[in-house]
């Protein structure tokens, strides 16, 4: 963009196609039609569109998962897990009806564990006004059994939730094409 700032730019662009989302629409001829704008940052808007467009697909397919059973946030949640080296530790936050609002990982360990406190677990659960949360960890070493110390913090977090009033609907352990729910185990 030589000779022009960035800004000035942004605002030719505005004024030439009206708005954001009609300049998402364009071509990239169309957009080398402005002066100041070569192929490679025409096609850089197209992509940086594109992949707007898709994040913004993604977000709108999370929002109508509504976990209705451990199989289907596993079923979600393996291809995420299955090239991660390291354990990684998860809380997915679900609205009143079970449905999926967000995940964010809470603690990334070693290749067997990864340190999980119950702050983190129910800060991310109340700064998104969760109902009900899901705990979902990996197992790198291809074993989805729990351990002693997945038994314990699953039975700590359940008792903080109680607390909080706000309600752990599973605690799920990834492990490569495998799953095993520590409620259908009767572990909560």
Do not use: C, W
């Not at 004024?15 to 990239?28: C, D, H, I, R, Y």
């Not at 059973?69 to 897990?81: D, W």
Request: hydrophobic content about 40%; charged content about 25%.
């Amino acid at each position: 963009m030589k000779g022009k700032d960035v800004l000035e730019l942004a605002h030719e662009l505005i004024t030439e196609f009206g708005s954001l989302k009609n300049l998402a629409s364009q071509s990239v001829d169309a957009i080398l039609r402005v002066t100041g704008i070569g192929p490679e940052k025409a096609s850089t808007l197209i992509a940086s569109f594109e992949l707007n467009l898709r994040i913004q697909q993604e977000i709108e397919s999370n929002k109508s998962l509504k976990v209705t059973s451990p199989k289907v946030i596993a079923e979600y949640f393996i291809p995420y897990f299955r090239d991660k080296q390291k354990e990684q530790f998860i809380v997915v936050t679900l609205n009143s009806s079970n449905i999926m609002q967000r995940f964010n990982i809470i603690s990334e360990g070693s290749l067997n564990s990864s340190i999980v406190h119950p702050r983190e677990v129910f800060k991310t659960a109340i700064d998104n006004r969760a109902a009900n949360i899901v705990l979902i960890h990996n197992h790198p070493s291809g074993n989805p059994d729990p351990s002693k110390e997945d038994i314990e913090i699953t039975k700590t977090l359940v008792d903080s939730g109680r607390i909080l009033g706000i309600k752990i609907f599973d605690h799920i352990i990834i492990a490569g094409n495998f799953y095993v729910s520590l409620v259908e185990k009767r572990i909560i």
